[in-house]
């Protein structure tokens, strides 16, 4: 019976790590704080036709509204309830999105916030995004219904009710995180509720869920809530299919709580990854390029099938969560751009891309006071449409790094060489690098204060293709740079320091 119970609980993780992408779509992007309406058309417009395999949506279920500072974008994390009336939309806008993006090929998966309701400061009364009322003092949330027998109070052991020892696992799983009412995963009354929420969604036709701050919950209370969950629906999804779960899980090496504990459940967030790779790109700490011929696992990261990777997400690209001041975001454009490139043609781990908005920074001692800042709002605070320009980016604060030329072939570039081995490695012992997939793709890195210049061994055939990096394929010409291959494999490459994107990408199908 042991035995049975432990390939039981294998074949749940193994078959909640699958994203189940559909054939040639391999990268997610996180459409941080989009309306519903704007991601289905950005569905319909340009992840489907751009090859996009998934978008991860921000909370959708009803929220706390804050006033002070305004409509903050972390209000989202502070849950009320679990009707799917948000800042991003209600349950109608929500269902029609799903639908919206499945139809063209892009699995859609919810930031789910399970761990805990709003701040014991969240005070009483129908401030929510569904006008439900709402009691934080007497932790009394009717909606739902939980009342103050649903939280876990009585089990922290510390004075104030709050984590106040991160080294101490008892805490940080029992007690508040940031004083935000902590919810007592282990009553079946609780993990029901948790697991009807998840499953509405299922049914609507979402794949799986980012689960938000996992490391606060203990990971036998995550199985129950897993293994209550639905199949996914089969008008998208094969039969039997199970959802996909990635957790976010912080853990640089040191933690006394890891990754190791949640990988038998889904996949996890590899933070160090996008720390690392700041740090490379930036050259600190005497780091290069070359370094990362072994890139991946050599490096100390989880096994390859449990890794879900980024460059930056939503909370440390605000100094929040993991990495410091070694992320890479939008603000660091060329080295952002680099590094994101070289997530997307390494074969390590489920890359997810940001897709951000910006607001107006003000730095006092190393800290951004307006890290709160939520997204380009109307004076009411209800969220702004996505502005897309003719030349196919965005406005009024919209970043939308996804639609960004280089980071959007790059997307393209991956799933051409998708299956393909790390191939044909070459570096200057500094940091000009390349490397190829197989016979599908090659790319080459200059992170130097000088000129590259050289000829390597491509692993492609012979023919003429265009750089996506400088432009791209467009009918039977190049926009950009265009590389000769010669019948042995061999290209030659020269990468200006000084150029605005010193890197170049080509692939099988940008060939002429």
């Not at 009364?125 to 709402?134: E, L, N, P």
């Given at each position: 019976?042991?035995l049975?119970m432990?390939?039981?609980?294998?074949?749940?993780?193994?078959?909640q790590h699958?994203?189940?992408?559909?054939?040639?779509r391999?990268?997610?992007?996180?459409?941080?704080?989009w309306?519903?309406?704007d991601?289905a058309?950005?569905?319909?417009?340009?992840?489907?036709?751009?090859?996009f395999?998934?978008v991860?949506?921000?909370?959708?279920?009803?929220?706390?509204?804050v006033?002070?500072?305004?409509?903050?974008w972390?209000?989202?994390?502070q849950?009320?309830?679990?009707?799917?009336?948000?800042r991003?939309?209600?349950?109608?806008?929500?269902?029609?999105?799903?639908t919206?993006?499945?139809?063209?090929?892009?699995?859609?998966?919810?930031?789910?916030v399970?761990n805990h309701?709003?701040?014991?400061?969240?005070g009483e009364?129908?401030?929510?995004?569904?006008?439900?009322?709402?009691s934080?003092?007497k932790?009394?949330?009717p909606s739902?219904?939980f009342?103050h027998?649903d939280?876990?109070?009585?089990k922290c052991?510390?004075e104030?009710?709050?984590i106040?020892?991160?080294?101490?696992p008892?805490?940080?799983?029992?007690?508040?995180?940031v004083?935000?009412?902590?919810?007592?995963?282990?009553?079946?009354?609780?993990?029901?509720?948790v697991?009807d929420?998840?499953?509405?969604?299922?049914?609507?036709g979402?794949?799986?869920?980012r689960?938000d701050?996992?490391?606060h919950?203990?990971p036998?209370?995550l199985q129950?809530?897993?293994?209550?969950?639905?199949?996914?629906?089969?008008?998208?999804?094969?039969?039997?299919?199970?959802?996909?779960i990635?957790?976010?899980?912080?853990?640089?090496?040191?933690?006394?709580?890891?990754?190791?504990?949640y990988?038998s459940?889904g996949?996890?967030?590899?933070?160090?990854?996008?720390a690392?790779?700041?740090?490379?790109?930036?050259?600190w700490?005497?780091?290069?390029?070359s370094?990362?011929n072994n890139?991946g696992?050599g490096?100390?990261?989880?096994?390859d099938?449990?890794?879900?990777?980024?460059?930056?997400?939503?909370?440390?690209?605000?100094?929040h969560?993991?990495?410091?001041?070694?992320?890479l975001?939008?603000w660091d454009?060329?080295?952002?751009?680099?590094?994101?490139?070289?997530m997307?043609a390494?074969?390590?781990?489920l890359?997810?891309?940001?897709?951000s908005?910006?607001w107006?920074?003000?730095?006092?001692?190393g800290?951004?006071?307006?890290?709160?800042?939520?997204?380009?709002?109307?004076d009411?605070?209800?969220?702004?449409?996505?502005?897309?320009?003719?030349?196919?980016?965005?406005?009024?604060?919209w970043v939308c790094?996804?639609?960004w030329?280089?980071?959007?072939?790059?997307?393209?570039?991956?799933?051409?060489v998708?299956?393909?081995?790390?191939s044909?490695?070459?570096?200057?012992?500094?940091?000009?690098?390349?490397f190829?997939?197989?016979?599908?793709g090659?790319?080459?890195?200059?992170?130097?204060?000088?000129?590259?210049?050289?000829?390597?061994?491509?692993?492609?055939?012979?023919?003429?293709y265009?750089?996506v990096?400088?432009?791209?394929?467009e009918?039977?010409?190049?926009?950009?740079?265009?590389?000769?291959?010669?019948?042995?494999?061999?290209?030659?490459?020269?990468?200006?320091?000084?150029?605005?994107?010193p890197?170049?990408?080509?692939?099988?199908?940008?060939?002429l």
């Open positions: 019976m042991k049975f432990m390939l039981a609980l294998f074949g749940l993780g193994v078959a699958d994203p189940h992408t559909k054939p040639n391999t990268t997610i992007v996180h459409l941080f704080e309306r519903w309406a991601i058309e950005e569905c319909e417009r340009f992840l489907g036709p751009k090859g395999g998934g991860q949506i921000s909370p959708p279920n009803e929220h706390v509204l006033d002070t500072p305004w409509r903050p972390w209000q989202r994390y849950p009320i309830g679990y009707s799917l009336n948000s991003s939309g209600n349950e109608s806008e929500l269902r029609d999105m799903i919206r993006c499945n139809n063209v090929g892009v699995n859609v998966y919810v930031d789910a399970i309701m709003c701040s014991a400061a969240g009364g129908d401030h929510t995004s569904s006008g439900s009322w709402f934080a003092n932790k009394l949330f739902v219904p009342s027998w939280f876990n109070d009585g052991p510390t104030s009710g709050n106040e020892n991160y080294g101490d008892i805490q940080v799983r029992d007690c508040r995180l004083s935000l009412l902590d919810l007592a995963l282990e009553k079946d009354y609780v993990r029901g509720k697991a929420f998840m499953n509405k969604l299922i049914d609507m979402v794949a799986g869920f689960v701050a996992c490391k919950m203990w036998g209370d129950a809530v897993y293994g209550g969950l639905h199949n996914l629906n089969t008008t998208w999804f094969p039969d039997g299919s199970k959802p996909f990635y957790q976010e899980v912080i853990d640089l090496g040191n933690e006394n709580i890891g990754v190791r504990e990988i459940l996949r996890v967030t590899e933070f160090k990854y996008g690392k790779l700041g740090a490379l790109f930036r050259k700490n005497s780091e290069k390029l370094y990362t890139w696992e490096w100390g990261f989880m096994h099938g449990n890794a879900v990777v980024f460059v930056d997400n939503h909370d440390n690209q605000r100094g969560g993991a990495g410091g001041a070694s992320i975001t939008f454009s060329r080295l952002y751009k680099m590094a994101v490139g070289y997307l390494h074969p390590y781990g890359a997810r891309v940001m897709s908005f910006r107006d920074r003000y730095i006092v001692d800290k951004d006071q307006n890290d709160w800042t939520g997204p380009p709002s109307h009411d605070g209800s969220t702004k449409p996505v502005q897309i320009n003719q030349d196919q980016t965005c406005g009024d604060r790094e996804h639609r030329r280089q980071i959007t072939n790059m997307v393209i570039f991956r799933n051409v998708n299956g393909q081995p790390h044909n490695w070459w570096d200057n012992q500094n940091n000009q690098v390349a190829g997939r197989g016979d599908r090659f790319i080459v890195f200059n992170n130097d204060d000088w000129d590259l210049d050289v000829t390597l061994q491509t692993g492609l055939p012979a023919g003429t265009c750089d990096i400088s432009g791209q394929k009918g039977n010409k190049c926009t950009g740079k265009q590389i000769h291959v010669q019948c042995e494999g061999h290209a030659y490459f020269k990468i200006s320091n000084s150029e605005e994107d890197f170049i990408a080509i692939h099988a199908e940008s060939k």
